[in-house]
């Protein structure tokens, strides 16, 4: 099992480019969610996924999108880089839980570090 | 309003000795989970501990503890015999709710470093 695969590790892109950063697991995981890491302010829910075809926005979703064509899969797509968007950014899966389980961990990508200039 | 709150930005320890980190959150769902990672300097997040709202005991995985009061809300965390290995910040997160509905808020942050 590779766990969770996030590809680039680093990444510089100038203001108005476009990318997708890429997310991928092998532990048939539903459950998919991309978050950033700010200083100072822990990590932020960008966009997540419940299977396949489903996604949701979450905390801060503005200038991301997000697809899930495969349970494998969920990219994350910069439409025009800003500033503001440079960060070090996570994904993470979560197996299913049985029943009422809330207590099942996040298991996460080794992180991408984007910069935008 | 901050779900999760870690109001320590930096400790210090000597090794061996313990240490405790805050951790206070704001829910009024009545089920609900409390996490804890670490992220070291190389920037991977691992996990530590959990705590269920409905757990009757405080958790425990080998020098990991949690001390949670529900009625003050509060979930801090405690490690014991600090190693050098331990310095790394340290997160709490919370899930609220049930079903398929995995959604983690997370504190800002707790540095630890531990001295020789």
């Known amino acids: 099992n590779a766990g969770v695969t996030q590809t680039p590790k680093f990444q510089v892109l100038k203001t108005g480019q476009s990318m997708t950063l890429q997310c991928a697991q092998d532990m048939n995981h539903e459950y998919m969610s991309w978050y950033r890491q700010d200083p100072g302010m822990g990590l932020r829910l960008i966009h997540y996924?419940?299977?396949?075809?489903?996604?949701d926005q979450g905390e801060v979703p503005n200038g991301y999108n997000v697809s899930r064509s495969t349970t494998e899969d969920f990219p994350l797509r910069l439409l025009s880089a800003a500033p503001s968007q440079t960060s070090v950014y996570f994904c993470?899966?979560?197996?299913?839980?049985?029943?009422?389980?809330?207590?099942?961990?996040?298991?996460f990508g080794p992180g991408t570090r984007l910069t935008v200039t | 309003a901050q779900k999760i709150t870690q109001t320590q930005p930096g400790m210090f320890v000597q090794e061996k000795e313990a240490v405790t980190l805050d951790c206070t959150y704001d829910t009024s769902d009545p089920s609900y989970g409390l996490f804890w990672y670490k992220q070291p300097s190389s920037g991977e997040m691992i996990f530590l501990i959990y705590q269920g709202s409905y757990d009757q005991q405080n958790a425990t995985e080998g020098r990991y503890s949690l001390n949670f009061q529900k009625a003050r809300k509060s979930a801090n965390l405690v490690i014991s015999a600090s190693q050098l290995g331990d310095s790394a910040m340290y997160f709490c997160?919370?899930?609220?709710?049930?079903?398929?509905?995995?959604?983690?808020?997370f504190g800002a942050g707790t540095t630890v470093t531990v001295r020789a």
């Open positions: 993470a899966s979560t197996p299913p839980s049985p029943g009422t389980g809330l207590g099942h961990e996040q298991y």
């Open positions: 996924s419940v299977g396949a075809g489903i996604t």
């Open positions: 997160a919370m899930r609220e709710g049930r079903g398929n509905d995995y959604k983690l808020s």
